[in-house]
């Protein structure tokens, strides 16, 4: 038997902008996403999400293959410019009957869906009035939240606010890679903490409007190992655990910042500063569930690599991600460490308790083999494989975990490497008017679900 309960969901992931298409149609707004791919030079060969993989006009055709695989949970987001083209104000009826008719249809399928509010595609307007370092964008997004829960509350159980702010915040105010390309690590402090007061601010409307659900917080779940035992790799590597990990986790987990760290960031940078009332909104409006996306662990160094790898740095002078070379990596550089799935989850529930999680992204991204016309995915297959059984160790051991969505349902834009890194269970054919095709792994996975867990 396996240890995986009864109520367990075998679900799979997507996110709007990368599966949707349909940018500009039917009244939606421009998102972040929208304008910054749209400029050269931004994304992998100027891929975009103009069209994607067409999931706004084939969404009853993706449903069909999801209940044919038997998924039991859903996990989507949805496009806010797509509801609220200005951010706030008028609503788009056109894009609330989507998602509508979207939920219907999972749910005639016997499909749950889980909504993620906040996949990184703040609408332009927002934007241009300051975006995430602005307070007035929390607001609004209490404005969207509440649009959400009052028409689609009824039906839905599970909802998230947010994916990833690590990355996009990361990202989009540190690196600068994604939209709004700004390098600045204060001002970042200051946007992400506004992402927290916005989370807060959508948990006490959810509670308030008495949403018959659970709402909780998707982050990056990636454990540190040092690279040697030596006192600095080590004192480098709890470092990243705090930097990259407590700071996104404690807010929305325990209501408050790491005391140390949020003491030195206001010492050194003057931020993130409190609009009165914060403290309390972070503490009273936590999680009922946290999400955990896990893809690989980072070995961690006091000393910058010899040579540069693609990917994360770590935080110059701080601490620096290297690799490590007794390691397997995949082709953009991950490592592939199924253990980091067990450790990350258990890390987590002993410094939050016993807070209910689900696994709301894990997959290989890779080019698949296409053998006489057939998407032959092994490596997928036995990465997923590996990370269940990581998964079910930690069960064993006593973890909350509910449910298990592996990114992703269907092939589709990845944000900087275009449509080259594939993570599918269906692959969609470019080439052939963007046709649907089952790969080897959606067999693999339809008798995963079937059986529970057990053949796999
Ligand atoms: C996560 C995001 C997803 C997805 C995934 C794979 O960070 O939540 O949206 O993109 O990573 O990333 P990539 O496409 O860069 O390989």
Same mark, same amino acid.
């Given at each position: 038997m396996s240890a995986f309960p009864q109520h367990f969901l075998w679900g799979a992931a997507t996110a709007a902008y990368q599966v949707e298409?349909?940018?500009?149609? #039917?009244?939606k707004g421009p998102s972040i996403w929208d304008v910054f791919s749209h400029q $050269? &030079?931004?994304?992998y060969q100027g891929?975009? &999400? #103009?069209?994607?993989?067409d999931h706004y006009h084939r969404v009853k055709e993706d449903v069909k293959l999801m209940a044919e695989m038997g998924l039991q949970s859903y996990r989507f987001s949805i496009s806010w410019p797509r509801l609220l083209p200005e951010g706030?104000?008028?609503?788009?009826e056109a894009g609330v009957k989507f998602y509508s008719d979207l939920i219907d249809d999972l749910l005639a399928h016997g499909i749950e869906p889980m909504i993620t509010?906040?996949? @990184? #595609?703040? $609408?332009q307007a927002l934007q241009d009035e300051g975006? @995430?370092?602005?307070r007035s964008t929390a607001e609004a997004f209490e404005e969207y939240a509440r649009l959400c829960y009052s028409r689609f509350g009824s039906r839905v159980q599970k909802w998230a606010t947010f994916n990833e702010t690590i990355v996009f915040i990361g990202h989009g105010y540190?690196?600068? *890679?994604? $939209?709004? *390309?700004v390098r600045n690590p204060a001002r970042a402090i200051q946007a992400c903490h506004h992402v927290f007061i916005a989370h807060a601010m959508a948990v006490k409307a959810f509670c308030g409007m008495q949403i018959n659900g659970e709402i909780g917080f998707v982050n990056v779940l990636q454990p540190h190992s040092p690279l040697t035992q030596s006192a600095e790799d080590m004192a480098a590597s709890e470092l990243a655990d705090a930097i990259h990990t407590h700071w996104f986790y404690d807010p929305v987990l325990?209501?408050?910042? $790491?005391a140390e760290l949020l003491a030195q960031s206001q010492a050194l940078w003057g931020v993130p500063r409190f609009a009165p009332g914060d403290d309390d909104l972070l503490r009273n409006n936590r999680c009922d569930f946290i999400g955990l996306n896990y893809y690989r662990r980072e070995t961690v160094s006091s000393q910058p690599p010899a040579e540069k790898v693609s990917g994360e740095q770590g935080v110059e002078g701080l601490f620096y991600f290297v690799r490590n070379p007794q390691s397997v990596y995949t082709e953009w550089g991950w490592e592939i460490w199924p253990q980091g799935l067990t450790d990350g989850i258990m890390m987590i529930k002993a410094r939050y308790g016993d807070i209910p999680m689900y696994i709301t992204e894990n997959g290989l991204g890779a080019v698949d083999p296409i053998i006489d016309g057939e998407v032959v995915d092994d490596p997928r297959i036995d990465f997923l494989r590996v990370h269940i059984d990581a998964l079910e160790t930690a069960i064993e051991q006593g973890a909350d975990v509910r449910g298990y969505y592996p990114w992703s349902f269907i092939d589709l834009? *990845? @944000?900087?490497? &275009?449509?080259?890194?594939q993570y599918g269970f269906v692959y969609v054919d470019h080439q052939q008017n963007l046709a649907r095709k089952r790969k080897k792994s959606f067999f693999w996975y339809k008798d995963v679900i079937a059986s529970r867990g057990e053949q796999r």
């Open positions: 298409g349909a940018y500009n149609e #039917d009244g $050269p &030079g931004t994304t891929t975009n &999400g #103009d069209i994607a993989v706030r104000g008028t609503i788009n509010l906040y996949h @990184w #595609d703040l $609408p975006g @995430w370092e602005a540190i690196t600068g *890679s994604h $939209p709004p *390309s325990k209501g408050c910042y $790491p834009l *990845s @944000w900087l490497n &275009g449509y080259k890194k």
